[in-house]
């Protein structure tokens, strides 16, 4: 294990802490006495969740046409099937619509 003092370990310790990190400890020392050891640490592997809801959901084989006829209107201006008018195209909301306040002038 190599020892380095405390003044090239402030000057180095950027290139000290990767090499720690890549399995390399070390012990800082102060006059010739050993103060710490640096070593990596051991992080547990995340389990992977990809796949965890295989068998739980169905994708129709359709799934990339759904709304097909509803995007379409949207670029000829022609109402949506099943909506009528403007309301095709009216947010769905309860709120009041927000307006800009006029600046006082001075």
Known sequence: MTIVNIHEAKTHLSRLVD?????????????GKPMVR?????????????GFLEGEIRVPE?????????IAA?????????ASGDDAHAPETDRPRRTRRKRRTP
């Open 74 to 82: 949207m670029f000829t201006g022609e109402a949506a099937t099943g």
């Open 19 to 31: 090499r720690a990190a890549q399995g390399e400890p070390f012990v800082i020392a102060k006059a």
């Open 38 to 50: 640096v070593t990596a640490i051991e992080t547990p592997v995340a389990p992977q969740r990809l």
């Open 62 to 70: 359709d799934f990339d046409r759904m709304g097909a006829e509803s």
